[in-house]
């Protein structure tokens, strides 16, 4: 079964969100990664892009297939994690903690209560 943290909310295309403050880090779940198996390649959003929720935004390699990664939320770009574009293999490593893809300032708080409880993440995986 894969890891599926409390702490954070979901989305139904395999996002993850933390929130501090306003801002938003996103990444990719454990199921997500390993479903992907063996990560390649990460592109990643630009520094400043605005976004809408839901519209796709980086896009990851696997040796199995290529996926769009969709920001869970709205909002601006403020961050993105470099090193997983250097070594992708952090994202199967630590989908958590060292794999996240981009922090993001949210633009509409309300778009958090539309996304999966850890819970209903589990019964969409399982």
């Not at 796709?56 to 939320?73: F, G, H, L, N």
Request: aromatic fraction near 8%; charge should be negative.
């Amino acid at each position: 079964m894969a890891n599926v943290p409390a702490d954070l909310k979901y989305a139904s295309s395999h996002e993850w969100v933390r929130v501090s403050g306003d801002i938003a880090t996103v990444g990719i779940t454990d199921h997500a990664q390993a479903e992907l198996t063996d990560i390649v390649f990460v592109e990643l959003p630009q520094v400043g892009r605005k976004l809408a929720a839901g519209e796709a935004c980086a896009v990851v390699e696997s040796v199995k297939t290529a996926s769009d990664i969709y920001s869970p939320v709205s909002g601006e770009i403020v961050e993105v994690n470099q090193p997983i574009a250097d070594n992708p293999a952090l994202v199967n490593q630590s989908a958590f903690g060292d794999g996240w893809f981009f922090k993001i300032k949210l633009a509409n708080p309300g778009d958090l209560a539309k996304l999966l409880t850890p819970d209903a993440y589990k019964a969409q995986i399982s």
